[in-house]
């Protein structure tokens, strides 16, 4: 089955600790993207990847950085400077970053939660 | 600011009505308008889209209007089942795509 896998589905951090957070997709999309979901907020773009070897930054992307190496995988790392990181993270895609009308495709998500 | 407003309290509808969701935008000029479907614990799923040029698009018991005047979309779930519940999220998106998502309205259908 085609689609975005997230692991862990439940994720713990210590303090000053910086954890990854993995996003793996077999849709041979180009286009991935990190969100930050807090209750009572909308998705939050954190950092997004038009193509392999490139990234920019969204709109809260202080305390996290990001890789794309492969087209397959854009994991996300919170960093011990990210000092409130308690959400759930949602990893999705999208065919190409082009066009207008692109729909996204979710992973299932990873909560993060601090110790 | 850009704005997108869901009503973010919860809708509860009785089983068999149709249960309207609203989004409303301001300082927005989207291309077009989707909606996603998200489930406690699960990523949003794709339902619809509607663009700018379109009034209206259909989906099986689904039915989205789009007013670029009033600024607003609605979704209409036609004779609602208890699978309905869930959080319906609307998301816009100028060009080139950085969607923009507003923060659900929860329906809940009562059997």
């Known amino acids: 089955d085609g689609g975005i896998t997230q692991s862990p589905k439940y994720l713990f951090r210590k303090e000053g600790q910086n954890v990854t957070l993995s996003c793996e997709q077999n849709?041979?999309?180009?286009?991935m993207y990190w969100y930050r979901q807090d209750p009572g907020q909308g998705l939050r773009l954190i950092y997004y990847?038009?193509?392999?070897?490139?990234?920019q930054k969204g709109d809260i992307a202080e305390g996290y950085s990001v890789s794309r190496e492969k087209k397959e995988s854009f994991p996300l790392t919170v960093t011990s400077a990210q000092k409130n990181p308690t959400a759930f993270y949602l990893c999705?895609?999208?065919?190409?970053?082009?066009?207008?009308?692109?729909?996204?495709?979710f992973g299932s998500g990873t909560q993060l939660s601090v110790l | 600011s850009q704005k997108i407003e869901q009503n973010s309290e919860a809708l509860n509808i009785q089983e068999g009505k149709t249960a309207t969701l609203t989004c409303n935008y301001t300082?927005?000029?989207?291309?077009?308008l989707q909606w996603y479907r998200q489930d406690p614990g699960r990523g949003p799923v794709f339902l619809l889209l509607?663009?700018?040029?379109?009034k209206e698009k259909r989906k099986e018991r689904l039915k989205v209007t789009f007013d670029t005047t009033l600024k607003q979309s609605l979704f209409h779930i036609t004779a609602s089942q208890p699978a309905d519940s869930a959080t319906y999220l609307c998301?816009?998106?100028?060009?080139?795509?950085?969607?923009?998502f507003g923060i659900g309205t929860k329906l809940q259908v009562i059997p």
């Open positions: 849709l041979n999309h180009d286009a």
């Open positions: 990847s038009q193509i392999v070897n490139d990234f």
């Open positions: 300082n927005y000029s989207p291309a077009y």
């Open positions: 998301a816009l998106a100028p060009p080139p795509q950085k969607v923009t």
């Open positions: 999705a895609s999208s065919i190409s970053w082009s066009t207008t009308n692109e729909k996204l495709f």
């Open positions: 509607i663009r700018e040029n379109e």
